[in-house]
């Protein structure tokens, strides 16, 4: 019913246009609703916001990873964690900054009893979310993020009461 709303209140307010030319209608509703709608029209990610995404990849998809992103202004947390079948796991939180569509995080994890960090890359678009790939870099012996590549690794959008702690 709501959507039903918005769409006759969008439709109103073209109609109803003072010829100004701005990327936002004006109409009237709740905040939530007007930064959606902006969102929308200017394919950035809406703001204040909570956004949950897996991945599957391996043989028979059987490994997993899963995003829990919270957007606050330009301020992104959450979780991550990555679950492959048979190898170790790594799961952590993620803090970072949100700049139009893209967002620079580091992933704290634990793995394997150890404590370690990574940065990680990501585009919010649609209804996904892509990450660009992580690399072994040989002169340090450590992952990072490949920022020559394109954002490749694809993640669709899930439901998040899956991250919800039992």
């Known amino acids: 019913m709501k959507s039903y709303i918005l769409i006759c ?5 073209s109609c109803t246009s003072n ?3 701005n990327n936002v209608d004006t109409v009237r509703g709740t905040n939530e609703q007007k930064d959606t709608l902006q969102a929308t029209r ?3 990610p809406a703001q204040n916001m909570e956004y949950c995404f897996i991945h599957t990849d391996g043989t028979n998809a059987q490994d997993t990873t899963t995003v829990h992103l919270v957007i606050n202004a330009n301020k ?4 991550m964690s990555w679950l492959p079948k048979e ?3 790594r799961k952590g939180t993620l803090s970072g900054m949100l700049n139009g569509d893209k967002i620079k995080a580091v992933w704290r994890f634990m793995q394997e009893g150890m404590k370690d960090t990574l940065g990680v890359e990501f585009k ?6 892509a990450q660009k790939p992580i690399n072994l870099n040989a002169a340090t012996g450590r992952e990072q993020v490949n920022t ?3 954002y490749s690794v694809i993640y669709k959008l899930d439901n998040c009461e899956k ?4």
């Open 9 to 13: 209140m969008l439709g109103l307010a």
């Open 87 to 89: 190898k170790d796991r």
């Open 148 to 150: 020559k590549a394109d």
């Open 76 to 79: 992104v947390s959450g979780d």
């Open 163 to 166: 991250f919800q702690p039992k």
């Open 19 to 21: 010829g100004a030319k």
């Open 124 to 129: 919010l678009s649609g209804q996904e979310l």
């Open 42 to 44: 200017l394919n950035t």
